[in-house]
């Protein structure tokens, strides 16, 4: 079955440093990877999207990320990590078929220290 | 513009009573749909709807849950007979529909409790 693996629960970064969120994902069909962040008390946001093409994705907020088909890979980056990015961040995949539904993972809560 | 809304925002119920929770997609989106968060877990698919097309059900937990939508605009889930293990977050997303992946937009979620 398809699945989206997010290694860490909680990933710890001082600010101004660089951030990377780790996902990996089953290799079912074609892969259509998201990035969304939920801050809390609210719904998720999109972040940014690998449909096709470019293997490096630019997003909202300064984030980025890479899309590595031979290590089956979509981590989620940021090259300065600002205390308001402080949340928690989910990488998703697309279902096959005729259903756009979203396979989560489990989510990083993402702690930025300033 | 105005993003997808849902109604209530918080909810307590007791065990064995019904809840219906609502959800206002954004204006032209075809595609809805809802998923469940439990604490500290990811969502969960529960349905999709797609314009007039039969609805993809595949992922309510039990005959307990349904959901209906009227045309492409409001939807309202509904849980009969709540039990504590339903109590979680319950999320609505919206799309523009049609063929491929397209970016589905949350709202800010309805926080169900069964006491």
């Known amino acids: 079955a398809q699945s989206v693996a997010q290694p860490e629960d909680q990933v710890n970064v001082a600010e101004g440093n660089p951030l990377t969120v780790k996902c990996t994902y089953s290799?079912?069909?074609?892969?259509?990877l998201f990035w969304y962040v939920q801050y809390p008390n609210r719904g998720l946001q999109f972040l940014l999207k690998?449909?096709?093409?470019?293997?490096l994705v630019k997003g909202s907020y300064g984030f980025e990320a890479e899309f590595n088909k031979s290590q089956t890979s979509f981590h989620l980056k940021k090259p300065s990590a600002l205390v308001s990015d402080s949340a928690l961040y989910f990488c998703?995949?697309?279902?096959?078929?005729?259903?756009?539904?979203?396979?989560f993972g489990t989510g990083t809560l993402l702690a930025v220290q300033p | 513009g105005a993003g997808v809304s849902q109604s209530p925002s918080n909810k307590v119920t007791e065990k064995g009573k019904d809840v219906e929770l609502r959800c206002d997609p954004i204006?032209?989106?075809?595609?809805l749909y809802w998923y469940r968060q439990r604490l500290g877990q990811g969502l969960e698919f529960l349905i999709y709807?797609?314009?007039?097309?039969?609805?993809?059900k595949s992922g309510l937990p039990s005959d307990r849950f349904s959901a209906e939508r009227t045309g492409e605009s409001v939807s309202t889930l509904t849980i009969q007979r709540t039990q504590q293990e339903d109590s979680a977050v319950y999320l609505c997303?919206?799309?523009?529909?049609?063929?491929?992946?397209?970016?589905?937009?949350f709202g800010p979620g309805t926080r169900l409790t069964v006491l």
């Open positions: 709807f797609q314009g007039n097309s039969a609805p993809d």
């Open positions: 204006s032209g989106h075809t595609a």
């Open positions: 997303a919206s799309s523009l529909g049609g063929i491929g992946p397209d970016t589905q937009y």
């Open positions: 690998y449909i096709t093409g470019d293997n």
């Open positions: 290799v079912s069909g074609n892969p259509y």
């Open positions: 998703a995949d697309r279902s096959g078929g005729a259903t756009n539904k979203l396979i």
